[in-house]
């Protein structure tokens, strides 16, 4: 069975940080474009960081550039998001997806190319 599952979701305070995994089962990662998504209560789905499937380009929301990275983990077939200096604007849950995109260098925060979906993590930044 082809599932992407995500973990590492809580609450946390204003300032805090986390760490998101999407691990994947029956089927590898290295072989697709990965990107993580997020949806707000009331708000639509937003795309937050993308990682292609080589060369490592990586894509992130201007809304948490130089606070969120993403991060392969080949061997684990695992894929990270490190988040720091949370906000509460930060709050949603969170999904990975994997996609096929044209060049194996590209990704983009856009949901279309993305085949694959978890079932979502929960953040909740608040104090």
């Known amino acids: 069975q082809l599932q992407l599952v995500e973990s590492g979701g809580g609450l946390v305070q204003p300032g805090g940080s986390l760490r998101l995994s999407c691990a994947a089962s029956?089927?590898?990662?290295?072989?697709?474009?990965i990107g993580w998504f997020r949806q707000a209560p009331g708000k639509e789905r937003e795309g937050v960081s993308c990682?292609?499937?080589?060369?490592?380009?990586?894509y992130y929301a201007d809304s948490v550039k130089g606070r969120f990275t993403i991060s392969r983990a080949n061997a684990k077939n695992t894929v990270y998001l490190q988040m720091n200096s949370l906000k509460p604007e930060d709050t949603g849950v969170y999904y990975c997806?994997?996609?096929?995109?044209?060049?194996?260098?590209?990704?983009?925060?856009?949901?279309?190319?993305?085949?694959?979906w978890g079932q979502g993590t929960q953040v909740t930044v608040s104090s």
């Open positions: 029956g089927f590898t990662l290295d072989y697709y474009a």
């Open positions: 990682i292609s499937e080589s060369v490592g380009t990586t």
């Open positions: 997806a994997a996609g096929k995109f044209t060049l194996r260098s590209m990704c983009n925060l856009g949901p279309g190319r993305y085949e694959k």
